[in-house]
T-cell receptor, first 117, second 109 residues
Framework: GAVVSQHPSWVICKSGTSVKIECRSLDFQATTMFWYRQFPKQSLMLMATSNEGSKATYEQGVEKDKFLINHASLTLSTLTVTSAHPEDSSFYIC????FGSGWKGYTFGSGTRLTVV | GIQVEQSPPDLILQEGANSTLRCNFS?????LQWFHQNPWGQLINLFY???GTKQNGRLSATTVATERYSLLYISSSQTTDSGVYFC???????????FGKGTKLTVNP
């Protein structure tokens, strides 16, 4: 149980284009989803927290207009990197959890490696 | 906010050896998790262990919440155990997960 699917696994795009990454909870309803960014050989950096049906909460220093997050349903959140530039190249990971009684932690997607050329 | 420190930062083992990874946290926590990030980037839940001891095969974990640390034990290590091990915890009543910097484990054949 508690499977999170993230798609695509990797993507190469041209500078100036936009890229959408999907994160789905397959066997549970995720009240909250999180988006992280990870640079090589570093830990995960939280970018934003999204709750179904409401605006995402971005961490300090994260450009909300560049990283658009939509949490349209309890099983789907999307991250769109708009007008991507080479410095946006990174590994992006989503996670999901169903908070409430019996909470057992977070489940992570398999990540998306974005390369902007 | 809460600080999570992991040690050692790097660990190199021969296959079959045992190891202990440590996670210290600066404030009381009640929802510590251990993850393994494999070479392809996938983060795999190992343990949700707010306190006490749990075992899963060759891996076990112990959290002593009153002393603000957690330990991950790997016995009879295999090359497939290689990767980065992270501990993380929610910060107080927040839903946010705070990660340590990880321990990079390399198991050589």
């Amino acid at each position: 149980g508690a499977v999170v699917s993230q798609h695509p696994s990797w993507v190469i795009c041209k500078s100036g284009t936009s890229v959408k990454i999907e994160c789905r909870s397959l066997d549970f309803q995720a009240t909250t989803m999180f988006w992280y960014r990870q640079f090589p050989k570093q830990s995960l950096m939280l970018m934003a927290t999204s709750n179904e049906g409401s605006k995402a909460t971005y961490e300090q220093g994260v450009e909300k207009d560049k990283f658009l997050i939509n949490h349209a349903s309890l099983t789907l959140s999307t991250l769109t990197v708009t007008s991507a530039h080479p410095e946006d190249s990174s590994f992006y990971i989503c996670s999901a959890s169903m908070f409430g009684s019996g909470w057992k932690g977070y489940t992570f997607g398999s990540g998306t490696r974005l390369t902007v050329v | 906010g809460i600080q999570v420190e992991q040690s050692p930062p790097d660990l190199i083992l021969q296959e079959g050896a045992n190891s202990t990874l440590r996670c210290n946290f600066s404030d009381s926590v009640n929802n510590l998790q251990w993850f393994h990030q494999n070479p392809w980037g996938q983060l795999i839940n190992l343990f949700y262990i707010p306190s006490g001891t749990k075992q899963n095969g060759r891996l076990s974990a112990t959290t002593v919440a009153t002393e603000r640390y957690s330990l991950l034990y790997i016995s009879s290590s295999q090359t497939t155990d290689s990767g980065v091990y992270f501990c993380a915890s929610r910060q107080g009543g927040s839903e946010k997960l705070v990660f340590g910097k990880g321990t990079k484990l390399t198991v050589n054949p």
